[in-house]
């Protein structure tokens, strides 16, 4: 096996158990018993723990590059993010973590269409087709009936959540020259503050084995996740990347079942593939200008000597929370 094998080997291994922890987040949101706000900040607040420590142990402060308008930037993009986690969480509890997680993986579509209208890129007769198929799988999956308002407002807060991600990414793409860990970093420090009025820590008396959930969506879904992502984004090629994304929406859906005894009826179910191979599609298409998203998203392959910067270059790869 060459050396080159065997680093996309480990990438996989790395972007596939980030993924697989990925879809267990909403297990981690709904066990910890909290207030969607108070969830978020402890989230952030144990997430910049995690990821400073990390970047201090690495000597990722050392030549930061941060200027103040990067830092700027990053911090807009922290404010989007956040905001997104506040959105998409509330999505589980209005619905069910299975029917949110796949609303939510159509903020490819939304990036897409906001890149037309901000950025004022050309829309593709083939990207108009693929986003006419994901609404239709998105109408399947929804599977709403007449009066199930619970459902709706669930699915509504999730493409909130998604169209928060995306503007996220059309902000974050501008911040160059820094290693993707220190903006999520920035943008989790962001949190703190932005939650902070929002945040009942009077409730958070008696929350006894919930703060074990917190701590975990902290240092692992914020921590260790992404230093995986990070590590494998480096290693692997765009297209293997937006594969192997799917497995969260997959493992997500097995968990609520697993854990709730939800799932996605026998109609929603035929929705899924629908969305999903659209977002390859319009992910993948040929000259699509995709962003590196926030946290989530740095360039698959960097250039020069630190195959963890962030860079311009765009990455196709589908999302994460």
């Known amino acids: 096996m060459t050396s080159r094998n065997a680093s996309e080997n480990k990438g996989t291994a790395q972007l596939t158990a980030a993924m697989m922890l990925s879809g267990t987040l909403g297990v981690f949101v ?23 420590a990390y970047a201090l142990a690495r000597g990722y402060f050392r030549d930061h590059g941060l200027t103040p308008k990067r830092l700027g930037l990053a911090a807009l993009g922290g404010l989007f993010i956040v905001f997104n ?12 973590i299975s029917l949110a997680t796949v609303v939510y993986h159509t903020q490819p579509f939304f990036l897409v269409l906001l890149s037309a209208v901000v950025l004022r890129e050309r829309l593709t007769r083939s990207q108009l ?25 669930g699915i509504g807060l999730a493409l909130l959540a998604a169209v928060l991600y995306a503007l996220s990414t059309l902000v974050t793409k501008r911040v160059t020259g820094v290693r993707p860990h220190l903006i999520a970093l920035v943008q989790v420090l962001v949190g703190i503050p932005l939650l902070l009025p929002f945040t009942d820590f009077g409730a958070m008396r008696g929350t006894g084995t919930g703060w074990a959930w917190l701590v975990g969506l902290g240092v692992i879904h914020t921590g260790l996740m992404y230093v995986l992502m990070y590590a494998a984004y480096a290693k692997l090629p765009t ?31 035929l929705g899924v593939p629908l969305i999903v ?7 993948l298409a040929p000259g699509t ?29 589908a999302s994460t929370t």
Do not use: C
């Open 277 to 283: 191979l659209a977002s390859l599609k319009v992910t």
């Open 129 to 153: 087709g693929w986003l006419a198929a994901a609404f239709a799988g998105l109408v399947l999956v929804s599977g709403v009936r007449p009066g199930d308002t619970g459902s709706l407002a």
């Open 30 to 52: 709904v066990e910890s018993g909290a207030d969607v706000f108070n969830v978020v900040f402890f989230r952030v607040l144990f997430g910049a723990l995690a990821l400073g």
């Open 85 to 96: 986690w506040v959105f998409l969480f509330k999505a589980y509890e209005a619905t069910s």
């Open 289 to 317: 200008r995709s962003a590196p998203a926030q946290a989530a998203r740095p360039a698959p392959r960097t250039a020069g000597h630190a195959p963890e910067a962030a860079s311009p270059t765009a990455t196709r790869a």
């Open 239 to 269: 297209p293997k990347i937006a594969v192997l994304a799917f497995t969260y929406p997959a493992v997500a859906m097995v968990a609520d079942w697993a854990v709730y005894g939800h799932h996605i009826g026998l109609v929603q179910a």
